[in-house]
């Protein structure tokens, strides 16, 4: 079993549909990352996390420590939203563990 | 834009090669990250430099190694090249030393092709 795993692996949603992407970990953690990679391969850093809640414009991401949980939710979807998103978690002993990744595809 | 540039963007090569991947960070950021991102392994966390020094260590093979120049910018030595090395090789850079202690800006990576 991996240390961080997302889910879905795969999301197809309708213009202005809210999207919740899920990552849980295993291990004891000090962060938590979420990156946005885009279709043409460029990734972007959307939040990093170590309690609580943060938005950005249409994003919010949460994380429960207790249950070992974050999910990215997105409100009013877009197309250009279309793009993978990645949750990373930051463990003791500065191990630096990736999920596999959430493929999300926007249909206008 | 990040502000952090990768050369060369595309890169191919046949194995047994060695190859350097070069990096710059954002003005003012001092700590630079090195990723690989394959289809089978997906994103995985190289090595981290830090004003010039090594500042942590993820799953970086032994034929590979990096290092940070004084004026900053980054190079990443893959040597003995195998047709598994063949993936995107991403940059990052930070203000700050800890690993992932702030935001990560990322570069445009590198595609390297080892045929």
């Known amino acids: 079993k991996n240390e961080v795993e997302q889910s879905p692996q795969n999301l197809t949603a309708q213009e202005g549909e809210f999207i919740t992407i899920n990552c849980s970990y295993s291990?004891?953690?000090?962060?938590l990352h979420w990156l946005q990679q885009h279709p043409g391969g460029g990734i972007v850093s959307l939040f990093m996390l170590s309690s609580g809640k943060k938005k950005h414009g249409r994003l919010i991401a949460t994380i429960n420590i207790q249950e070992k949980h974050s999910s990215l939710h997105i409100t009013a979807s877009h197309p250009r939203d279309s793009a993978v998103y990645i949750c990373a978690v930051r463990a003791a002993g500065n191990k630096l563990t990736f999920g596999g990744g959430t493929r999300v595809l926007v249909k206008p | 834009d990040s502000g952090v540039t990768q050369t060369p963007k595309h890169l191919i090569t046949a194995t047994g090669q060695r190859v350097t991947l070069r990096c710059s960070p954002r003005?003012?950021?001092?700590?630079v990250y090195w990723y690989q991102q394959s289809l089978d392994q997906g994103l995985q966390f190289l090595i981290q430099y830090y004003n010039g020094e090594e500042r942590a260590k993820g799953n970086i093979l032994e034929r590979f190694s990096a290092q940070q120049f004084p004026d900053l910018h980054s190079e990443l030595n893959l040597s003995s090249l195998e047709l598994g090395d063949s993936a995107l090789y991403f940059c990052a850079s930070s203000p700050r030393t800890g690993l992932w202690e702030d935001t990560q800006y990322f570069g445009p990576g590198t595609r390297l092709t080892v045929l």
């Open positions: 291990v004891g953690i000090s962060a």
């Open positions: 003005s003012g950021d001092l700590s």
